[in-house]
């Protein structure tokens, strides 16, 4: 999140005259109370000031920038979190590669009567591809990466910590799941969204685009 410049010189004069009213902070600005007003509510909501009433405006000694890791911190994975694209096991690498280029994504999902079974990524086609195999008579059951080696998150999760993952496992994309029955003492999920480098990108585009 970009602070304007007028709120950047609003945290300047609170910092020198704190504790310091709307009115004077106007009247230095040389706009009226209503102009900053806007200002001022996002400044105290995002915790950079501290309003006091009949007192005035404090600095809360946090910056911007910490400001922003905290903001994106609350991010759940729900609010972000885009519709997967699946496959199912059978489905031979020539038509999964075909509808991954559709699709546009770096990742399909693949699932078997409702639950994850694997995922398949564009360099999982690659290397069959380049390999000579025949991906006509090929189902995606055999080059896809299977569960449990698969790593998922929930929709509540926190989408910072998603986007870590991404990049410490440099992988595209994280299915996002709910746990279902059991099966023979395995664990069972349905995937329900997907979060990948697409939709981190469009989170700090976003973010960066919220003017004051």
Not at 63 to 70: C, D, G, H, L, T
């Amino acid at each position: 999140m970009k602070l304007s410049d007028r709120q950047e010189e609003i945290i300047r004069l609170v910092k020198e005259q704190q504790p310091i009213t709307s009115e004077a902070l106007a009247e230095k600005l040389g706009v009226t109370r209503a102009a900053i007003r806007a200002d001022l509510s996002i400044l105290t909501m995002i915790g950079i000031l501290d309003a006091r009433p009949k007192v005035g405006y404090i600095y809360s000694g946090k910056s911007s920038n910490s400001f922003v890791y905290e903001y994106i911190s609350k991010i759940k994975v729900y609010e972000i979190m885009s519709k997967p694209i699946t496959v199912k096991e059978e489905t031979m690498v020539y038509d999964a590669i075909i509808f991954l280029f559709l699709n546009d994504v770096g990742t399909l999902f693949v699932e078997n009567e409702g639950v994850l079974t694997g995922a398949v990524s564009r360099k999982d086609f690659l290397k069959i591809a380049i390999g000579g195999t025949d991906i006509h008579k090929v189902p995606v059951g055999v080059i896809m990466t299977r569960m449990p080696n698969i790593i998922c998150a929930n929709k509540n999760d926190n989408a910072y910590n998603l986007a870590k993952k991404i990049i410490e496992h440099e992988i595209d994309s994280i299915p996002i799941v709910e746990s279902l029955e059991k099966l023979d003492d395995k664990e069972q999920f349905k995937i329900i969204g997907k979060v990948s480098k697409t939709n981190i990108t469009k989170l700090f585009v976003k973010l960066g685009g919220q003017e004051g």
